[in-house]
C-alpha cells in the first residue's frame, strides 16, 4: 500500500487539507483551523505541489479544469455521481434533480445529494456546482459562503459577471 501524504494551502476560501499518495489525490477538504502534525515532515510528492499550482491558478482565474489523478472511494452510484459532477463546465450550475437525470432516475433526487455530499475533493470535483431547482444555493459541506463565493468567482471569469446570488 502507498504511503499517504497530507499538506496544507490557504486558499481565498480557507484552508484547504490536501490527501492522497505519490500516485494520486483522494481529499481536497475544508478545514477552519490548522491541524497539528506531529513527527518530521516528509517530502511532499511532486502531484501536491502540482495539485497545488492548479488550485493557484484556479483561484487566480487561469485554470478552469484540474487535471490531476483522483481517486477517493465510494459506492458505484457514488462513482457515478462524482463522474457527472465532472461533466458540468466551469462556471455552469445544474440542479439535483438534473443530476439525478443524469445518473438515469429522476426519482432518486435525494441519493445524488447524499452521494454529492460525500465528495471528499471538493473544488477539483466540483460538487459546488449543484444547486436547488429554484435556482437556490442548498447544502455545502463547506459551508454555503463558500459554495456562493466559488460559484461567483466561475461566473466572473467565465462571463465576467459579478453576481450571482
Known amino acids: ?8 494551502y490557504h486558499s481565498p476560501v480557507g484552508l484547504l487539507k490536501i490527501s492522497g499518495t505519490p500516485g494520486y489525490i483522494s481529499e481536497v477538504s475544508f478545514h477552519d483551523t490548522t491541524q ?12 501536491f505541489i502540482q495539485c497545488i499550482e492548479q488550485l493557484i491558478q484556479y483561484f487566480n ?3 478552469r ?9 465510494g459506492t458505484p452510484f457514488q462513482q457515478e455521481v462524482w463522474g457527472e459532477l465532472m461533466q458540468i463546465p466551469f ?3 445544474i440542479s439535483y434533480l438534473e443530476l439525478a437525470r443524469r445518473t438515469g432516475d429522476t426519482k432518486a433526487t435525494r441519493a445524488v445529494a447524499n452521494a454529492n455530499g460525500k465528495n471528499n ?6 460538487c459546488h456546482r449543484v ?3 429554484n435556482k437556490e444555493l442548498v447544502g455545502y459541506a463547506g459551508g454555503l459562503w463558500r459554495k456562493k463565493w466559488l460559484l461567483e468567482h466561475e461566473a466572473k471569469v ?7 446570488f
Open 121 to 126: 475533493i471538493a473544488i477539483i470535483v466540483p
Open 91 to 93: 462556471g455552469k450550475t
Open 1 to 8: 500500500m502507498a504511503e499517504t501524504y497530507s499538506t496544507y
Open 158 to 164: 467565465a462571463y465576467g459577471v459579478q453576481t450571482l
Open 131 to 133: 444547486i436547488g431547482s
Open 36 to 47: 497539528k502534525t506531529a513527527g518530521r515532515k516528509k517530502q511532499l510528492p511532486p502531484l
Open 65 to 73: 479544469q484540474f487535471e490531476l489523478p483522483l481517486n477517493q472511494p
Open 61 to 63: 482565474g487561469q485554470r
